[in-house]
């Protein structure tokens, strides 16, 4: 809010096969997660503080690794300082702190969407044209 912006700088990411990223929401620094694929297939999410004065990343408050090999999707959820990853056949809500997931009926997930003022509602979109309402249930403990 009321922000300005400012010069653009590059940045290196170490990930060769990202898959998605996201601006973290709640994070003293601008906080960027990644969503990538290794060499192995598997796939994790990174997080990194963008340092705005040195115009570099550093490493950020967390890591997820091991996720669903159908993982595609980060949404950043507000006030969680996390993100949901969305897979084949599961939604993964990823953060400092354990993970909470639950199945969802497998598909390819290709677009989503906040819904209402609070931030827990999303309206996800398949390959199919099918619309999935996903709820985060937040507990305050993230």
């Not at 060769?16 to 969503?35: K, N, R, S, Y």
């Not at 890591?63 to 969305?86: F, K």
Request: charged share 25%; hydrophobic share 40%; net charge negative.
């Amino acid at each position: 809010e009321g922000g300005a912006l400012q010069e653009a700088f590059n940045v290196r990411l170490d990930e060769l096969a990202v898959l998605d990223v996201a601006f973290l929401h709640g994070c003293a620094a601008p906080t960027l997660a990644v969503l990538y694929e290794d060499t192995k297939e598997q796939r994790h999410v990174k997080t990194y503080e963008v340092a705005l004065r040195e115009k570099e990343l550093a490493p950020g408050p967390w890591a997820e690794p091991g996720l669903d090999p159908g993982s595609n999707m980060l949404i950043p959820v507000r006030g969680t300082r996390g993100a949901i990853v969305v897979g084949e056949e599961a939604a993964v809500l990823v953060g400092a702190g354990a993970a909470r997931s639950t199945s969802i009926e497998p598909t390819m997930m290709k677009a989503y969407g906040e819904v209402g003022d609070d931030g827990s509602r999303f309206l996800l979109g398949d390959d199919e044209g099918n619309i999935h309402l996903l709820v985060v249930a937040k507990d305050g403990a993230r």
